[in-house]
């Protein structure tokens, strides 16, 4: 079991850059799946970014609204998983959550798949 801790987010101007940090103070973490989520007022939560676990090689999933704009990335040393979010558009407001799953290397964009969620951060981006 994990608790994963959000910090960052905030407000940017269009074609700004924000990180988003997930931390866990427990060492397992790097043994599960981490996915980034997000969920606009009165929308569904939906799939970002994914970084399966460090023993499955750390692979990289995105969703095709973020590919090339977003990268999510791995500080074993940290304990800490980052999205760094570039190009932000006004569409890419909302409440981004961090989670964390075990990793049994398939639907890795699925709720499901995650059982352990950050508290989530709010993303503002102006035009």
């Known amino acids: 079991q994990v608790q994963p801790v959000q910090s960052g987010g905030g407000l940017v101007q269009a074609g700004g850059s924000l990180r988003l940090s997930c931390t866990a103070s427990?060492?397992?973490?790097?043994?599960?799946?981490v996915g980034w989520f997000r969920q606009a007022p009165g929308k569904e939560r939906e799939f970002v970014a994914a970084?399966?676990?460090?023993?499955?090689?750390?692979?990289?999933y995105y969703a095709d609204s973020v590919k090339g704009r977003f990268t999510t990335a791995r500080d074993n040393a940290e304990n800490t998983v980052y999205l760094q979010m570039n190009s932000l558009k006004p569409d890419d407001a909302a409440v981004y959550y961090c989670?964390?799953?075990?990793?049994?290397?398939?639907?890795?964009?699925?709720?499901?798949?995650?059982?352990?969620w950050g508290q989530g951060t709010q993303v503002t981006v102006s035009s």
């Open positions: 427990e060492r397992t973490f790097s043994s599960y799946v």
């Open positions: 989670a964390a799953g075990p990793d049994y290397g398939l639907e890795y964009t699925e709720l499901h798949t995650y059982r352990y």
């Open positions: 970084i399966t676990a460090l023993w499955r090689g750390g692979n990289t």
